[in-house]
Each structure stands twice: as C-alpha cells, then as structure tokens.
C-alpha cells in the first residue's frame, strides 16, 4: 500500500469504513487549544505509560506535489491520527512505521494491533507540512512543545520516544518561557548530544512539572539512511525493561 505521503487520501477515502476509536480523554484534548489532532491512545496504554511522539503529517499527491483537498481536510479532521493508527492497525504498511517497529522492537514481525494497544502516539507539529521537502518553523516547534507540556497533563508519560530530534533545541527555551506551568527546575534536564550513532545523535531529556514526571528519548527520524539496529540497541539502554514488555505483548501470531 502506498504511504500517506505518497498518498494522503487513503484517510479521507477510508474514512466512511472506519469505526473510529473514541478517546476516554477526548473532553480533556479538547480544552487544548493549539492541539489539531486527537492523539492515539491504546486501550492497554496505562500499563507502561509510553508516548511515541512523531513528527509531521504530509499532505503530498503521488508526483510530490501539495494536495491541497487533503491539506484543508486534514486540517478539519481531528481524527486524522486515530484513522492513521487504525489503518496500520488493519495492515497498511510504510517505511516510517516499518523502522518505529525495528527501532522499538527489533523486528518488524509483530502483532501490530497489539502494538498500538499498548502505547499512545500523536505528531508534535501541530499543521500538515505540505510536501516533504516542507519543514517546521521555529514557530511550529514552540506551539508543539506548548501542546506537548498540556497533553501530557492529560495522560502523563512515564517515557516518551520522540521519532526525530529537530524538536530537542527547543525544549529548554519553551520551558523558561511558560508562565502558566511550574517546572521543577534542578529536576529538568536536557542532554543535545548524549550518544552518537552515524552522524546523528541520541538526545535525552526529563521534565517534572505539576503530576508529570517522564523521561524522553529523542532519535533520528526514521526514514532515511536510518541505522535501525544501532537505535533499538540504544533504546534498549535506555528503557529496554519497558520495550521487553512491549515486546512480550506484541509476538506475531
């Protein structure tokens, strides 16, 4: 099946045979303003509490192109994650997804509805990109980490891997500029270079703040020239007792 950045109608064309998860939390997701999508929620989340974290949605025809029918409807579609997650549920496969399994898990042969019933997931930057040569504004990530802080409030993350580390730079200057959160502030850190791998580097972070107390995990976004064996041995370092559990739950049948 081709991928949603080749094409982003799958969504908007499945959507009518789509019997669409309704979040426990929806009526608290709503009071975040900045929030564009209803984050995924598996109905197992709560046992290890892990957010994986991605990036962006695309809305690019098959020749690379905007797609501007699926830009504006994706940008009126709150539910544009859970179809996403519901479609990989039910055997839509792309590369992306394909290197978060391997990454996590070492294998791409797993139970996927298992899978996505043990973790949450939803995209930090809070509009489509309109091709994958588009990237975030500086902007996009200050409003990203702003709805960051405010979901987890809502379903507080023990541990969070964020699929791409473009977002890490950020985190410290958006945190001393929230007024309305009190962050404990010899608890909160940040390590921009914690292990290389390649040329890319494994970034780290934890943040306290209110009933929030998580670890975050930041790794190169999983497409290209993607090492994946290297980045689930060092997510293995990282929260391996999480993943093995994950990973006991998730055997293909």
Known sequence: MPSLRQNPKLIIKNKKTMNLKTNAYNELFDQINELTWYPWIGSNYNENRLLIVGE???????????????????????????????????????????????????????????????????????????????????????????????????????HCIFLGSGSAQYLYPVMKEKKDIIFADTKCTIEQWHKQIGIYWGKIAHLEYEEVNTDITFIKHPSKFFKKDDWNDYLMERIGGILENLKSKTKAK
């Open 56 to 158: 962006s949605h695309y809305a690019q025809d098959e020749d690379g192109n905007i797609d501007l029918e699926c830009y504006n409807a994706f940008l009126k579609d709150k539910n544009l994650t859970i179809g996403i997650v519901e479609l990989l549920m039910k055997g839509s496969s792309w590369k992306f997804f394909q290197n978060t399994y391997h990454a996590l898990l070492r294998t791409e042969n797993i139970n996927r509805e298992a899978f996505w019933s043990n973790v949450a997931f939803y995209n930090f930057i809070q509009r489509p990109m309109k091709t994958t040569k588009d990237r975030p504004l500086k902007a996009d990530y200050s409003r990203g980490w702003d709805v960051f802080y405010e979901v987890s409030k809502v379903i507080k993350p023990s």
